[in-house]
């Protein structure tokens, strides 16, 4: 067999960082891009068009011997197209639905018995649960866009329909879990992860969970993988749960390498990005144990700073364990443009130093 060429559409940070085990595999990477500038476009072959357009994916598509994706926004039409002309593309269209369908997605949780919270499609009215509640956009939203809570009929009444509402849940924190399928069936999860959210936004993950029973780490690995399966899953999944007393409640699933699976560059045996080109080319899947007993990883921000290079001085010297990734994206305010991870087995000092290192590099302090 020859080295395949995989295609990614979509030129972001997580289609950059599929390069580097893309090229350890001898494996060609091309990313078909927005712009010349995008993240990965930057560091691999790239076509620039619309993903939006049918016909110049699928000009993309047919270069490649698999197709897959880093972002939920490609139409269900393009990747049907694709599938209609003998594309292999992971994951499929019937799959990826449920990381681009809210609604579906709560509908195919509760087919296979897992744990939801209480739902409704609305179109208008007086809803089924009582307020406060939670209104989501059935599409399109991310990071905490196209989610509300909602306190009364009144704001109901101002977003537009339809909405998918759940009710609004006391948990204790936000966990997800990485989960790796191939085609014929293999399936590999990571160990379960706290993600720290400000604003909807993930600022910092912790591996493992603290102070999580061994219990419920098992029922989280068993939800990950009873949805692998149930939805024909190829490629790797993150599955956010919310852990509301002694359960997991699902929040919502993105079938794509995720945020919340970046410690696993540096933390694990076999990063989420090494798996998920393993897993779209039918290859054997990689163990995923940890390489240390606790991985923190840190997004940085954009803020006031934009010179993300000088940083390094004082960060490299300060703690030379610090792991730096930089997206090379154009620095914005909350704009999600690199992270950094640190590996150890004394939690209290790991945090303490991704803290100062996200700071220093977002420009909330200067020393």
Not at 293 to 314: C, F, S
Not at 324 to 343: A, D
């Amino acid at each position: 067999m020859s080295f395949p060429k995989v295609g990614v559409i979509g030129a972001g940070q997580l289609a950059r960082m599929m390069v580097a085990p893309a090229t350890e595999l001898g494996i060609s990477l091309s990313v078909f891009a927005a712009t010349p500038h995008d993240s990965a476009a930057q560091v691999c072959d790239y076509v620039v068009g619309d993903y939006t357009d049918s016909q110049a994916v699928l000009a993309f598509a047919k270069s490649c011997d698999v197709v897959t994706f880093e972002h939920e926004q490609v139409p269900q039409s393009v990747i049907r197209t694709l599938e209609a002309n003998g594309v292999r593309v992971y994951p499929r269209a019937d799959s990826f639905i449920y990381s681009q369908d809210k609604l579906a997605m709560r509908e195919k949780m509760d087919e296979l018995e897992l744990p939801n919270p209480r739902f409704q499609k609305y179109v208008g009215g007086k809803p089924m649960m009582d307020f406060p509640l939670i209104a989501k956009a059935p599409t399109g939203g991310y990071d905490g866009r196209g989610v509300w809570v909602i306190n009364n009929q009144e704001e109901l009444d101002a977003l537009p329909t339809p909405l998918l509402l759940e009710e609004k849940l006391d948990f204790t924190r936000e966990i997800a879990i990485m989960v790796a399928r191939s085609p014929h069936g293999q399936a590999a999860t990571w160990s379960p992860t706290w993600t720290v959210q400000q604003d909807g936004i993930c600022t910092t993950t912790v591996t493992p969970v603290p102070d999580l029973s061994d219990e419920l780490a098992i029922a989280a690995s068993s939800i990950a993988l009873t949805i692998a399966q149930g939805i024909n899953l190829v490629g790797v999944m993150a599955v956010e749960l919310f852990h509301v007393g002694d359960r997991f409640i699902i929040n919502e699933l993105a079938l794509r390498p995720h945020n919340s699976g970046h410690w696993t560059i540096e933390g694990s045996r076999t990063s989420q990005f090494e798996q998920h080109l393993r897993a779209v080319l039918d290859l054997p899947l990689g163990d995923t144990s940890r390489t240390s007993d606790w991985a923190v990883m840190g997004n940085i921000l954009g803020g006031e700073k934009t010179d993300m290079y000088r940083p390094y001085l004082h960060l490299m010297a300060r703690t030379p364990g610090l792991k730096f990734h930089h997206y090379r994206k154009e620095v914005k305010p909350g704009r999600k443009i690199g992270h950094v991870t640190l590996l150890g087995s004394d939690l209290v000092e790991l945090t303490q130093e991704v803290d100062h290192a996200i700071d220093y590099l977002s420009g909330v302090i200067d020393e």
